[in-house]
């Protein structure tokens, strides 16, 4: 994990998660309560993350998080993201009760006693109209400032099945947050499954994110949803630039297969996406990394991230930094996410 350099930064991406299913289920009405005594469905939902046990387990309730980032490294805010949901059962009415369980519990246990703290809140993926009602549900609460999902998915995020999710969250001003993992049933990879935990971990920030990215902007989202913003957490950024220069360089000889499609597909990424700083994957050699912040554009699309309590090795976020001017550090560490997220800069 990476802590910011100064105080006062607005961390994109720290992780909580609750300590057992027990923690959720005040949160149900009693037929999903019975359901999981019951059912025999394994009780530990992704409840520390797609992750070798030897990883560090999220923060359970808002003390830790208190003593372990928030005091220490002096944050603004801090984003909290929950991956419970990411791997549910393929049930799609308890998929949506763990979801309203996860928002309901985010809410009263870490919403509402500090102030510096901000959520993702989960939704359905297997219902897209569940996940609609849901956003509506919980939308209008000032402590949520997107709506997380998984970049591993059976269907991409750019397909027509999600135009009404996409202009439910641009309606209330919320982020769209892709983040790494996603249901274990789903192949990585365009010829079928890896045989590493080392490949699958890869692929998030290769095949399975950038694919994310080539649906949303090649099928018209951001045309139709013009206000929709989207948040890469946990997928590195250093691929982004080869991917922009071929997709501008394909869609100038290809564009009649997507006429919806009004500009450079590059410009639609500015503008619409913003990726976070963890993890940076940077090279080395301070040159090359000043060479790659300039040619993505780093001070305007990073927004900082810990992807607390998670490591990527030391030194990517001073290396980044290092190449970056004042301003550009600081819109990094604060004005890219205050602006993102609608928060006091």
């Not at 998660?17 to 037929?31: C, K």
């Not at 971990?201 to 099928?219: I, P």
């Not at 360089?249 to 500015?270: C, L, M, Q, T």
Request: some cysteine; proline content about 7%; charged content about 20%.
């Amino acid at each position: 994990m990476t802590a910011p350099p100064a105080e006062g930064a607005i961390d994109a991406d720290v992780h909580v998660a609750p300590a057992s299913i027990d923690a959720l289920t005040p949160y149900m009405d009693d037929y999903w309560r019975d359901y999981l005594a019951n059912a025999g469905l394994v009780l530990s939902p992704n409840l520390s993350g797609s992750y070798p046990p030897s990883v560090p387990k999220p923060p359970s309730d808002v003390d830790a998080l208190r003593e372990q980032v928030l005091d220490p490294w002096g944050l603004r805010h801090a984003v909290l993201t929950c991956l419970t949901a990411f791997d549910a059962s393929r049930n799609g009415y308890y998929e949506a009760a763990l979801c309203s369980a996860i928002n309901d519990w985010l809410r009263a246990e870490w919403l509402e006693r500090d102030e510096r703290l901000r959520a993702y809140m989960a939704i359905p993926t297997l219902d897209p109209d569940a996940a609609v009602l849901e956003i509506e549900r919980v939308g209008a609460y000032d402590g949520f400032v997107g709506v997380l999902v998984p970049v591993r998915t059976e269907t991409r995020w750019g397909n027509r099945r999600f135009h009404e999710l996409h202009e439910a969250i641009a309606a209330r001003e919320l982020v769209l947050a892709l983040h790494a993992w996603g249901r274990a049933g789903s192949a990585p990879t365009a010829t079928g499954f890896t045989h590493t935990y080392f490949e699958d971990y890869l692929s998030n920030s290769q095949m399975v994110v950038q694919a994310q990215v080539l649906s949303l902007v090649t099928e018209g989202v951001f045309d139709r949803v013009p206000a929709l913003r989207v948040v890469l957490l946990e997928c590195g950024f250093s691929w982004l630039p080869p991917l922009l220069w071929r997709f501008d360089k394909d869609w100038k000889a290809v564009w009649r297969e997507v006429p919806w499609v009004k500009a450079k597909p590059s410009e639609y990424v500015r503008r619409h996406f913003r990726a976070a700083t963890a993890p940076a994957q940077l090279p080395a050699d301070p040159a090359q990394a000043a060479q790659l912040a300039d040619m993505l554009g780093a001070s305007e699309m990073l927004v900082f991230a810990s992807d607390f309590p998670h490591e990527h090795g030391e030194g990517n976020l001073d290396t980044l930094l290092g190449v970056l001017d004042d301003a550009g550090r600081d819109a990094v560490l604060r004005g890219n996410a205050a602006a993102l997220y609608g928060l006091a800069g």
